[in-house]
């Protein structure tokens, strides 16, 4: 028998409106912590891998840790972190 997903896990997953569509959005985080990449959503549907030094509409990531990535955007540092956090 497979297991069954918890509860909590399934609410999470499931919740409405906690991404917005025509924001850029963390999906995940992945990789070793010293060349951490990420999973992103941008504007228009759009998944991309991203990782130091990459440019996205949005900005270019200037790092990634566990709390999200970081974008230089119009010369501020902006956190993206996972939606729902």
Same mark, same amino acid.
């Given at each position: 028998?497979?297991?069954?997903?918890?509860?909590?896990?399934?609410?999470?997953?499931?919740?409405?409106?906690?991404?917005?569509?025509?924001? &850029?959005?963390?999906? !995940?985080?992945?990789?070793?912590? &010293?060349?951490?990449?990420?999973?992103?959503?941008?504007? !228009?549907?759009?998944?991309? &891998?991203?990782?130091?030094?990459?440019?996205?509409?949005?900005?270019?990531?200037?790092?990634?840790?566990?709390? !999200?990535?970081?974008?230089?955007?119009? !010369?501020?540092?902006?956190?993206?972190?996972?939606?729902?956090?």
């Amino acid at each position: 028998m497979a297991n069954a997903t918890p509860s909590n896990v399934a609410a999470m997953a499931t919740k409405k409106k906690i991404v917005d569509r025509n924001e &850029t959005v963390l999906i !995940g985080l992945f990789g070793p912590t &010293t060349r951490m990449e990420a999973l992103m959503r941008l504007p !228009g549907g759009r998944i991309r &891998t991203v990782k130091n030094g990459t440019s996205i509409l949005s900005g270019r990531v200037v790092a990634i840790d566990e709390r !999200g990535v970081h974008l230089l955007r119009r !010369g501020e540092v902006v956190l993206i972190g996972m939606p729902g956090t």
